[in-house]
């Protein structure tokens, strides 16, 4: 099958700091594809640099390319938000925007004109808060502000947001990190459901986590791509000193 | 016994003395600081009781209705209206204010979220510096360069909008409220702007990197995000700005016309409080009650920016966590 | 092209307007006050005292008004130093009781707020209380009302930013908080406290109408806190009002020599603060 993400030769700087150094990867197309590695690895960078959220930060440089179904998404003339579009970001903190929790998922659809009259509106948020198992908890306050909700149903919130503009690869980064070990349960069993659809990239720190949820483990040290290949492989067999070190906890 | 005896001055004052001395300088010093922290409520109590008492005379004599709304304004014949002072205040304001605020907004927006730490880095002192430009120049400025362009832009705007009353022109000079609200629109701009990037500094980059995070673009993210959340603390920020432009004296003095009229077009001259004030100290104590009248021209102007002065003070402190910028 | 990426355009082109609008404004300031000051500037005005006759346009200059300017500044700075710099220290290592603190901060930030033309009326009255007549001393006390809560919120502002981690090591070795003020807070937050200081003098050194109704104006540079003092503000003011084309010219030079001063103040206080600011602990 074609990798949905192609890295090529990725190298990353913020300042002076060589981020990311010759990284070249290929993501599989509806499975989740886990991002490990201890603290500072370069493992957050990488996701940013899959949705252009690098170019935020003024003082970053990079080079190398990153196709999307072998489009390069760096390319001139390619608009950002289209990128960002097709890449749906679920962040390490839930950040509701600042507006109903009706809202927040009708937000992605109205930027992007997705729908024309309101009634589908309604549909397409129900649906998206349901995919996202929320909708039974928020039915009856729609139009109240997110910022009311917990911390775990503000980032199944983030998750319907993020679902609600039809994007075709989902970015986590540490997802569940913030949240208490039921919610943090519901966004796994969520994110499981959803990689037939979805091309799904986890960045974890959680050992466990990486072993529960990954269909592809990407192994990441001081910057560079250490080791890649299917779970079985890299978590029972792993060819590389380092990989081994840090799955003995190393690290 | 008798060791102890002995030993005790020893003991005092080696150990004992210094420890005292330093807990007492201590305990002094933090007295001594207490007290001064009262002053600034203090002054401020005295000023107002001050004007209030000085003001008396003339409040016995006429009824506080009678001031603020009299439109004459005789000290020789003994009639203080305040009004025209009071509209005149409020119209320069005004104003400045709809001149400086869609730009000070602007700039605040791109100076805080658009453009790079290397112009904002240097737009800091910029800014710094037209904060700290003497009332007087801009009042030089203003007499120099405002009035005269003002003169020549209002016989062009009176030919073609002077059927409006707001834009004729019964003046021929270009001391104006137009004139004042441009140098005061200058002057409060540096306050309006560094308010403003306070205020959005307040929503957490996480939000607005939710919103990018869904294909928005920056302005859709501050259109609909940013905004929204920061509209009270912008609207403080105003507040203040027209809280700083209500006792500016010297520059709107300069080029305002300074007649005792209530104005009806933003080319008629006009004639604020502070403006009354700083004109007349001179003969204050040759005219019967005059003196009385122009310290109450100062409790009223004092009250109106105090009370433009608290409101935004408060809100900002809630909304940034501090007022003083 | 989409609608939204249009107005995005749009919108930024308006933004980068607006900022060079008042970018502008600031440069329109200085020309005008430098083309209309220089010409009318020389070393006379700089070094001499009005002669008889210097209103209608003879020989002198505005030594009066620069010597009593900084004389009135000078000595208002200093008289507010001595209180507000006890304030500030109080406020940070003093103040176990926040809501006293936040109440004397509130107390300053409306005292800022108070226009000096009502800070010049203030004084007025004191002064007629006091049966002072309009003097060195009475300009220096209204200035150091007017200076007070800038100074002091200025100061506040940067000794706040101190962590309490080292105000804590301090009180860890058996500082009393008296001595922690004195050695800790305020060596490391020098810099800022003299910016603060400096700022306080560049709003002392240009205001007019404060100093109106309390100093008075004369030619002479006054030789006691008791006489009238000349300010650069009010030379500007007052010779504005002549109708001599050659005294109007000297206000502006007037002018050009406040905001030199100005400049020189701004500037001069962050190199200060950049050059004392090795000392520190970042």
Known sequence: MEPHIQVRDLNVYYEKIHALKDIDLEIPRHQITVIMGPSGCGKTTLLKSLNRFLELNESTRMSGNILIDGEDIYALGVDVTEVRKKAGLLAQHPFPLPMSIYDNVAYGLRIHGMCPNGRSVDAKVQHYLLEAGLWEEVKDRLHFPATGLSVGQQQRLCLARGLAIEPEILLGDEPTSALDPISAQHIENRLMDLKNEYTIILVTHILRQAKRLADYVVFMYLGKVIESGLPGEIFDNPQEERTLAYLEGQF | ?325 | MKKSQIEEGIVKGFMLLSFSLVVCSLGFILVTVIVKGLPALNLDMLIQTPKGGYYLGKEGGILNAIVGSLYLAGGATLLALVFSLPIALFLKTYSRRKWWADYVRLSLDILWGIPSIVYGAFGFTLMLALGLRASLLGGIIVLALLELPIMTRGMDEVIRRMPIDMEEAAYALGATRFETAMHVVLRQMLPGIVTAILLAFGRGIGDAASVLFTAGYTDRIPNSLLRPVASLPLAVFFQLGTPFPEVQNRAYAAALVLTVIILVVSLGSRWLSARMGRYTIK
Not at chain 2, 285 to 314: E, H, R, W
Request: proline share 7%; with cysteine; net charge positive.
């Open chain 2, 1 to 325: 016994m008798k060791a102890r005896r002995v030993l005790q001055p020893i003991w005092f004052s080696s150990v004992l003395l210094p420890f005292l001395n330093r807990r007492v300088k201590d305990r002094f010093v933090g007295g001594a600081f207490f007290l001064i922290t009262i002053l600034p409520f203090a002054i401020l109590l005295v000023v107002i009781v001050s004007l209030i008492l000085r003001t008396q005379p003339i409040l016995s004599a006429h009824s506080i209705g009678e001031l603020l709304t009299g439109q004459k304004w005789y000290p020789l014949k003994g009639q203080f209206g305040f009004f025209p002072f009071i509209a005149g205040t409020f119209w320069v304001t005004f104003m400045a204010l709809i001149l400086a605020v869609p730009p000070c907004l602007l700039s605040a927006i791109y100076l805080s979220e658009y453009c790079r730490p290397r112009i904002s880095a240097v737009a800091k002192p910029l800014l710094d510096l037209l904060a700290g430009i003497p009332s007087v120049v801009y009042g030089v400025w203003g007499m120099v360069a405002i009035v005269p362009l003002v003169q020549v832009f209002s016989s062009h705007v009176n030919k073609w909008l002077g059927f409006i009353p707001l834009f004729s022109k019964n003046n021929p000079t270009g001391y104006s409220i137009l004139s004042g609200g441009i140098v005061l629109a200058v002057m409060i701009t540096p306050f309006i702007i560094a308010v403003t990037c306070e205020v959005l500094r307040t929503v957490p980059d996480g939000t607005r990197l939710a919103s990018l995070a869904l294909g928005a673009t920056k302005w859709q993210t501050i259109k609909y995000v940013v905004l929204p959340q920061t509209r009270s603390g912008i609207f403080a920020g105003v507040v203040f700005g027209a809280s700083r432009a209500l006792g500016e004296t010297m520059a709107v003095l300069m080029v305002v016309g300074n007649v005792a009229k209530v104005p009806s077009s933003i080319f008629d001259p006009a004639y604020p409080l502070p403006a009354l004030i700083a004109n007349n100290y001179g003969e204050m104590m040759s005219i019967p009650l005059y003196d009385a009248a122009l310290l109450g021209a100062a409790l009223v102007l004092l009250i109106i920016v105090l009370f433009f002065n608290l409101i935004s003070t408060i809100a900002l402190r809630h909304i940034i966590g501090r007022s003083k910028i």
